[in-house]
Antibody, heavy 121, light 107 residues
Framework: VQLVQSGGEVKKPGASVKVSCKAS????????ISWVRQAPGQGLEWMGW????????KYAQKFQGRITVTTDTSTNTAYMELRSLRFDDTAVYYC???????????????WGQGTLVTVSS | DIQMTQSPSFLSASVGDRVTITCQAS??????LNWYQQKPGKAPKLLIY???KLETGVPSRVRGSGSGTDFTFTISSLQPEDIGTYYC?????????FGQGTRLEIK
């Protein structure tokens, strides 16, 4: 099982970023994908979840309106787009395989390597 | 949001020691509680799910227990590879929330 994320990004405040997460080694539609971020020196923060199985999506209220998570089952790739970036969005963004595949996120048993998004003017 | 409070925030112990981390939820989360280890510069790794179930490949010296609001993570005999930061995570209610982390070092 592997989740390989896209490379680091530097963005200006107000811009958008789209991070990809390509999955391999398992049946993509049998799991969900959660997105978790970690600001420098800080803890883990869950952002949202998508069921690859049925397309259900849940977002943390904090990011509602700024985040979109999608999947492309033809390429086994998940995407997370975050808009209207602020300085405090600077963080490592992780995708994680979520055992919750149907109704709600559950636990994260495989993780991508992380993508550093830096918001700087 | 459910607040998860871990204790202690920092722990220094010797190889072979028994180590315990606690995680308290601000409201009942049943057994919907997972534990992760994160090493510097790396992604977190799942250790325990559903409060007490050991993830495949995790050594048996690791144990999780608890339900409701109070949970415990224990390493029965600390090994050098156990260093890192440990996080609890609840999934009873959205948003999913994590504890602030417990950094574990070897004396």
């Amino acid at each position: 099982v592997q989740l390989v994320q896209s490379g680091g990004e530097v963005k200006k405040p107000g811009a958008s970023v789209k991070v990809s997460c390509k999955a391999s080694g398992y049946t993509f539609t049998n799991y969900g994908i959660s997105w978790v971020r970690q600001a420098p020196g800080q803890g883990l923060e869950w952002m949202g979840w998508i069921s690859v199985y049925n397309g259900n999506i849940k977002y943390a209220q904090k990011f509602q309106g700024r985040i979109t998570v999608t999947t492309d089952t033809s390429t086994n790739t998940a995407y997370m787009e975050l808009r209207s970036l602020r300085f405090d969005d600077t963080a490592v963004y992780y995708c994680a395989r979520d055992f919750g595949y149907h109704e709600t996120p559950y636990y994260f048993d495989e993780w991508g390597q992380g993508t550093l998004v830096t918001v700087s003017s | 949001d459910i607040q998860m409070t871990q204790s202690p925030s920092f722990l220094s112990a010797s190889v072979g020691d028994r180590v315990t981390i606690t995680c308290q939820a601000s409201q009942d989360v049943n057994i919907y509680l997972n534990w992760y280890q994160q090493k510097p510069g790396k992604a977190p790794k799942l250790l325990i799910y559903d409060a007490s179930k050991l993830e495949t490949g995790v050594p048996s010296r690791v144990r999780g227990s608890g339900s409701g609001t109070d949970f415990t993570f224990t390493i029965s005999s600390l090994q050098p590879e156990d260093i890192g930061t440990y996080y609890c995570q609840q999934y009873d209610n959205l948003p999913i929330t994590f504890g602030q982390g417990t950094r574990l070092e070897i004396k």
